[in-house]
């Protein structure tokens, strides 16, 4: 499979579980993303990883944790959550440049998370 | 990061027409200015962006225009069609490698 892949595609999952999403990219690309969509806040960034290292961490609670252990893989640890966890987290990727350019960023199919 | 205004939140046309959706910023440093489309169940995709040495950009029936004095660009759909019929979303380089995206606009494109 070809762009940005994310698995599970679907979690239902209870307040004391522990889960993690996946997420690959096949663009060669040194930046990813983890968003978080839901009625509020359409499309909310969490995290962003720039040649495997985070650069942002935007106010995300400590029950979600991200580990990139390289530049095609990104993960979403889960634990604890909360009922209101509940959206869509997408996974992207970009390239990017020295000077702080930005280009286009691609984005995974999403994880549909419900927690109960 | 910077923060940014979408609007409308909704916007209903009939087929044929046009439609517009405007988004403000603050922060007159901004460079880069990106247009998504999310249609319903699916990812959201680049659709056209613009960077600041330019005020116009077209590819066929959408555009972008930019005016950096006022601090706002838009984004132009002609001749709309069902298909157009998605949530688009605006955004903005952060301080760091990401986008803000604004609140997003659902166009509705009746037949």
């Known amino acids: 499979e070809t762009g940005v892949t994310q698995t599970p595609r679907h979690l239902v999952m209870g307040m004391t579980n522990k889960k993690s999403l996946k997420c690959e990219q096949h663009?060669?690309?040194?930046?990813m993303y983890w968003y978080k969509q839901s009625a509020k806040k359409p499309l909310e960034l969490m995290f962003v990883y720039n040649f495997k290292e985070q650069t942002e961490n935007n106010s995300v609670p400590s029950r979600f944790s991200p580990e990139c252990p390289n530049s095609s893989h990104l993960f979403l640890h889960l634990h604890t959550l909360q009922p209101e966890d509940s959206a869509l987290y997408l996974c992207?990727?970009?390239?990017?440049?020295?000077?702080?350019?930005?280009?286009?960023?691609?984005f995974g199919p999403g994880t549909r998370l419900t927690v109960t | 990061g910077e923060n940014v205004e979408q609007h409308p939140s909704t916007l209903s046309v009939q087929e044929g027409d046009s439609a517009v959706i405007k988004c403000t910023y603050s922060d007159s440093a901004s460079n880069y200015f990106p247009w998504y489309k999310q249609e319903l169940g699916k990812r959201p995709q680049l659709i056209i962006d613009?960077?600041?040495?330019?005020g116009e950009k077209k590819d066929q029936r959408i555009a972008v225009t930019l005016n950096k004095t006022a601090k706002h660009f838009s984004l132009h759909i002609t001749e709309t069609q069902p298909e157009d019929s998605a949530v688009y979303f605006c955004?903005?380089?952060?301080?760091?490698?990401?986008?803000?995206f604004g609140k997003g606009t659902s166009l509705l494109v009746t037949p």
């Open positions: 613009i960077r600041s040495n330019v």
């Open positions: 663009l060669g690309h040194n930046a």
């Open positions: 992207a990727s970009s390239q990017t440049a020295v000077s702080g350019t930005l280009y286009e960023q691609y």
């Open positions: 955004a903005l380089p952060n301080s760091g490698y990401a986008l803000n």
